[in-house]
């Protein structure tokens, strides 16, 4: 995360075939200080690639976008993401994220496995 990327646990992955939907399109909205992630198997000219990983894992480099945004991150955290049908996004929000202890996610943001499926609400 300090470095710009994002990453996605394996469940999410999974959950959103993001094998077959490689790109992700993001936007981040200042009021709620939240990030949507709009996945897709088609790339546009504003998607990113999600490289996935051997293990499962999913990661995106988003540095310029952060930038971009005006999102300076300092440290690893960990987000809950839902999925929000009115806009057709999954979001996170960035002032409800839980700081990573993981040694091994000291350079990504790794979305929580979900315990339940996304659910119709806005949250990081």
Do not use: C
């Amino acid at each position: 995360w300090a470095k710009g990327q994002i990453g996605f646990n394996r469940s999410l992955v999974v959950s959103l075939d993001l094998v077959s939907n490689k790109y992700v399109n993001m936007f981040y909205d200042e009021d709620t200080n939240s990030i949507g992630f709009k996945f897709s198997p088609k790339k546009n000219e504003t998607s990113m690639t999600i490289g996935v990983s051997k293990s499962g894992g999913g990661i995106v480099s988003a540095k310029t976008f952060l930038a971009q945004s005006g999102i300076t991150p300092k440290q690893t955290k960990s987000f809950e993401v839902f999925k929000n049908s009115e806009v057709d996004l999954h979001v996170i929000h960035l002032d409800q994220g839980i700081i990573s202890t993981r040694k091994k996610a000291q350079d990504t943001t790794e979305l929580p496995e979900p315990t339940t499926p996304p659910v119709d609400s806005v949250s990081e």
